[in-house]
């Protein structure tokens, strides 16, 4: 065999090695998360990629991703992804230099349930608004005002903030770096 032909067979074998590992940590924010009362909305992880020769670009996925809801909290469906490339369509603010672990919320009406039709792309909204090269644990909302205007989102608010995927090493880098914000950032909208 080729060395060349060795090489891209390792490479693929580390591809899915990483996303064992992401899965592990996946399933450990579901089993964290859902012990503070959020369910996981589905058990999809990754959408918008491609089976067809003509979007080879879309063949492997630029995000993994999960939503939860809390039927106590029936207006915020929350979310956490993995960012790991560039947006396809090159819409980010900024180029993705590392893997992202990004979560946050997104707030509807009080008076209102969660819509079942909200975008798995809002996953990677770190992407579109945050500053990946800064890493903001929280963003802010300025923007968003505009930007809400423009478009019809079925939301009125969000939240979110991101680190670097590699800064999460164990289950207790979790729970203090992505369960525990996470909740402090939702309480914020539920304080009465």
Known sequence: MDDDGRKIVGMFKQVRSFFEQVALLLQNLDDQFEKEGWKKD?????????????????????????????????????????????????????????PLMTAGCFVFDKNKKIVDDFAYWWAKWYGYYGDIKKLEHKI????????????????????????????????????????????????KYTRE
């Open 42 to 98: 589905s058990n999809t992880v990754t959408s918008n990629t491609s089976q067809s020769l003509t979007n080879y670009r879309a063949w492997f996925p630029d995000y993994l991703f999960r939503f939860y809801r809390n039927n106590r909290i029936s207006n915020i469906l929350t979310f956490v992804s993995v960012l790991l490339d560039d947006d396809l369509d090159g819409e980010y603010k900024d180029k993705i230099e590392e």
């Open 140 to 187: 802010s909302t300025d923007n968003w005002k505009e930007e809400k205007e423009c478009n019809e989102y079925k939301f009125d608010d969000y939240a979110c903030f991101a680190l670097p995927l590699v800064s999460i090493e164990n289950v207790q880098d979790v729970k203090e770096k992505v369960i525990k914000p996470l909740l402090d950032l939702i309480s």
